[in-house]
């Protein structure tokens, strides 16, 4: 069955970095375009990042557009997100997503931003 288990999160500092990667099993993985998702406090899940197959092609969100960097390991059925000069709206649950907003997502992993 498809599983997506997020890794990396925790607590960085505003202005900081941080790495999150998703490992994927279960379905044809170097033909899927893959998605993060996240949720912050009080607010519905959003689209955060999108990477086509290969990998030639992405897109962010406005507000993370230029901080962060989706990229995909084909050969070791990953993603990750590179999030660099993190402020506290970013604090989130990250999801991995495979087939959209009513695809499938993983369980999450806890992005805190505080100094």
């Known amino acids: 069955q498809v599983q997506l288990v997020e890794s990396g999160g925790g607590l960085a500092q505003p202005g900081g970095s941080l790495t999150i990667t998703c490992a994927a099993s279960?379905?044809?993985?170097?033909?899927?375009?893959m998605r993060w998702y996240r949720q912050r406090p009080g607010n519905e899940r959003e689209w955060v990042a999108f990477?086509?197959?290969?990998?030639?092609?992405?897109d962010y969100a406005e507000s993370v557009k230029g901080r962060f960097i989706v990229s995909r390991d084909n050969i070791k059925d990953t993603m990750s997100l590179e999030m660099n000069d993190l402020q506290p709206g970013d604090t989130a649950v990250y999801y991995c997503?495979?087939?959209?907003?009513?695809?499938?997502y993983g369980q999450g992993t806890r992005v805190t931003v505080d100094s």
């Open positions: 279960g379905f044809g993985f170097v033909a899927e375009e």
């Open positions: 997503n495979r087939g959209g907003a009513n695809g499938y």
């Open positions: 990477i086509s197959p290969a990998g030639g092609r992405t």
